[in-house]
């Protein structure tokens, strides 16, 4: 079993940042893949980032490419979202994940993929 915890959202004006945090707790941390999604009323969940379990890879959407930077420190147990640049789109709830069958380099992009998920945490970003 994994707990996560997200915390760190919260309400922000549109070009700001934010920084996301995951706490995990439970299986040994270090031996499997994070992921950061989010959803939107009315949208489907949407994968945002992932990293593999030794910080050594990391994977972003389009959408956010360029702006936001996952990372993680095992030695916290914790996986991390840095948000740049933030725009009303991307107002939604963020939730960690973590796929704990990833193996090696592997990183999921599929909701399918991850096998503990987070309560979410709301990021609105005002226009």
């Known amino acids: 079993q994994v707990q996560l915890v997200e915390s760190g959202g919260g309400l922000v004006q549109a070009g700001g940042s934010l920084r996301l945090s995951c706490a995990a707790s439970g299986r040994t941390f270090s031996r499997y893949a994070m992921g950061w999604f989010r959803q939107a009323p009315g949208k489907e969940r949407e994968f945002g980032a992932a990293i593999t379990w030794n910080g050594g890879n990391t994977y972003y959407a389009d959408s956010v490419k360029g702006r936001f930077t996952i990372s993680r420190d095992n030695a916290k147990n914790t996986v991390y979202l840095q948000m740049n640049s933030l725009k009303a789109e991307d107002t939604a709830v963020y939730y960690c994940?973590?796929?704990?069958?990833?193996?090696?380099?592997?990183?999921?992009?599929?909701?399918?993929?991850?096998?503990?998920w987070g309560q979410g945490t709301q990021v609105t970003v005002s226009s």
């Open positions: 994940a973590a796929d704990v069958y990833a193996t090696d380099q592997a990183m999921g992009v599929r909701v399918d993929e991850y096998d503990y």
